[in-house]
């Protein structure tokens, strides 16, 4: 409990985190509106004297025998009461239209934070419930909390600022009003300070019940599941069970808005007593003859003023309080640490490769995971060649090039590159290195060019000798605007592509990199036998200048690699050419034997 009281006191002070956030963001906006923040506290006080001089004015005007002559005190009165009416008006639109700019401004810069943080933290992330967890609450507070702190600060601001002035008044009547005020607010506000902690709570608790509610929403409006989940007839299971989820959400959210009707009615109950005490008081010193008649008008005002600023000023405050513990989640995400380090001082990576890469001695264990899918790996990839891993589905083959690639670091061992170590060469260089084809290669709905060369769309002849390599050129010629056409039903004037056509534009992406090792991963799973063989025959011509490391179920293009390596259980079974496996009678003979019986 103290260990939770602790954490919640860090958090709050990491306003000044907020802070910093809003002011690198928009420090102009920021600025004009501390501006109309003190503008907008002087303005109420200077029209509460002001009627006070007015009602004084009008009162000793009865009693003179020439009423007209008061109208010389009373319209410039009336004149500036004008004036200032205007003035609290116009700094009213301009607060609003100055917050409005000033919450846009923030909230696009914070998606630009999140963004940046999103596409650098490992990927090891990615592959786990709990980063989407942090992620989900970061994006669901990120957008709004900081505009919410900025309108909570400008409301704290006013109300302190307009209490601060109209307390002076009051304490001109007694010091015990000010006692008062507090009596009729402080105690509501306890209580709200209570619940936002206990609302805070809870939405930790519900993530991941709401994500998988998101998970059949998504299902049930995206297009990667339209398919099946006609064709199975799951519409309504899936709904059923949305509903379910909603509604206990639904249950417990509505069980937390009672308690804070119950607090903001403690709060109104509170300020109504202590403000019928104050104005009892007043009346008593009228009648007494202590006040003048301006006077009493000036401090029922003021009074009720006091209050409503203390309220708000108190209200803000507990919003501040929740916002900024909501915005911990936007903390919580920036702050992850990276795993997959950039090295203190990196070391350079001189090209062409000499000795090429090697897997020293290599295991790895996913986080979370007590099985290893890779155990003492010992390989070397010499410059030039193409080497090719095998093995049944869960060997290990994909996670072999994860590391290659370092979106993950080995548990045990090490991955030199000419004897450097991955580890010290800096994540850029070697990721520019790199140049690879998962199979569950990306589908940018982008034009045809930007999805071979996402960043450099405009280089249309290193994009086409690449789509030539991989037969997607012969794809996208068919297309409306060619290299220009958008590609996937997205959006208007897409044109979408058969799964295989999409693989081949994936492959001529990683071809145009022109990248000194190539790493495929399933290149052609989803292209046609002669389309296969075409594209197999031009990369042997693209493949003699790079490393490449190609991972295929299909053993006919497996063939064509300088080394296959067998792998089964995270362990090299059988290594050698395609010709000395064979003759070795082993695992791959019978692989290829099974597969080649399918043709006969
Ligand atoms: N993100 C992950 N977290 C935990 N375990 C994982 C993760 N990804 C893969 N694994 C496990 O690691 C082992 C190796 O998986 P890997 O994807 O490398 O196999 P693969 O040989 O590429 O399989 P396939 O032929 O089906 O693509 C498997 O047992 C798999 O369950």
Not at 453 to 459: G, L, R
């Amino acid at each position: 409990m103290a260990q939770q009281n602790r954490l919640q006191i860090r958090q709050v002070l990491q306003l000044g985190r907020a802070l910093r956030l809003v002011w690198q963001s928009s420090p102009g906006w920021t600025s004009a509106n501390l501006v109309l923040l003190v503008v907008q506290a002087v303005l109420p006080v200077a029209s509460l004297y002001l009627t006070k001089l007015l009602v004084d004015g009008v009162s000793s005007g009865l009693l003179l025998p020439d009423k007209s002559s008061a109208l010389a005190t009373v319209l410039p009165l009336l004149g500036l009461l004008g004036l200032t009416a205007l003035a609290a008006a116009a700094c009213r639109a301009l607060s609003g239209w100055v917050s409005e700019a000033q919450t846009q401004v923030v909230t696009d810069y914070l998606h630009g934070i999140v963004h940046r943080k999103a596409a650098a933290v490992d990927f090891a992330y990615y592959e786990n419930a709990r980063y989407y967890d942090t992620l989900h609450r970061a994006l669901q507070e990120a957008p709004f909390r900081p505009a919410r702190i900025i309108a909570g600060l400008v409301q704290l601001g006013q109300s302190v600022f307009s209490l601060l002035a109209v307390a002076l008044l009051l304490l001109t009547l007694h010091w015990g009003t000010a006692l008062l005020l507090l009596a009729a607010v402080l105690p509501g506000t306890l209580v709200r300070l209570r619940y936002a902690e206990t609302l805070f709570r809870w939405q930790r608790l519900r993530t991941p019940r709401e994500r998988r509610a998101w998970y059949f929403n998504g299902m049930l409006t995206g297009d990667s599941h339209a398919k099946e989940i006609r064709l199975f007839d799951l519409a309504e299971a899936f709904e059923q069970r949305y509903c379910e989820l909603r509604a206990e959400l639904r249950r417990e959210r509505l069980q937390l808005a009672s308690k804070q009707a119950l607090a903001d009615f403690a709060t109104q109950a509170g300020a109504a007593v202590a403000i019928l005490a104050c104005l009892g008081y007043i009346a008593l010193r009228t009648l007494q003859g202590g006040l003048t008649l301006g006077d009493l008008f000036m401090y029922f005002q003021a009074f009720q003023r006091a209050q409503t600023y203390l309220q708000e000023a108190l209200g803000s405050l507990v919003r501040l309080y929740e916002d900024n513990l909501f915005l911990s989640y936007l903390y919580e995400f920036l702050d992850l640490p990276n795993h997959v380090a950039e090295p203190a001082e990196p070391v350079s990576l001189p090209l062409p490769l000499q000795s090429g890469i090697r897997f020293e001695n290599v295991s790895f264990c996913y986080p979370d995971s007590k099985e290893s899918a890779l155990d003492h790996i010992d390989l070397t990839i010499a410059p030039g060649q193409i080497v090719a891993f095998v093995g049944e589905n869960g060997s290990g083959k994909t996670t072999l090039v994860k590391l290659l690639c370092r979106l993950y670091d080995p548990s045990a061992g090490r991955i030199t590159v000419d004897g450097i170590d991955l580890r010290d060469l800096s994540l850029r260089t070697w990721r520019q290195t790199v140049s690879a084809i998962f199979q569950d290669f990306a589908r940018y709905h982008l034009s045809a060019a930007e999805n071979i060369a996402p960043a450099h769309a405009e280089e249309s002849e290193p994009i086409a000798r690449a789509a030539q390599a991989s037969g997607a050129h012969e794809v996208i010629a068919q297309l409306r605007d060619g290299y220009q056409t958008l590609l996937g039903r997205w959006f208007d004037q897409g044109e979408e592509l058969s799964v295989g056509q999409w693989q081949k534009v994936a492959l001529a992406r990683a071809f145009w990199r022109d990248c000194p090792v190539l790493i495929l991963d399933e290149p052609t799973s989803a292209i046609d036998a002669a389309a296969e063989d075409e594209i197999f025959e031009k990369f042997q011509l693209l493949a003699a200048r790079r490393t490449t490391v190609l991972i295929s179920h299909r053993l006919s293009t497996v063939k064509l690699a300088d080394r296959i390596y067998v792998l089964a259980q995270g362990r090299i079974v059988e290594q050698g050419s395609h010709d000395e496996l064979i003759a070795r009678q082993g695992t791959y003979a019978r692989l290829f034997e099974l597969q080649a019986q399918h043709y006969r």
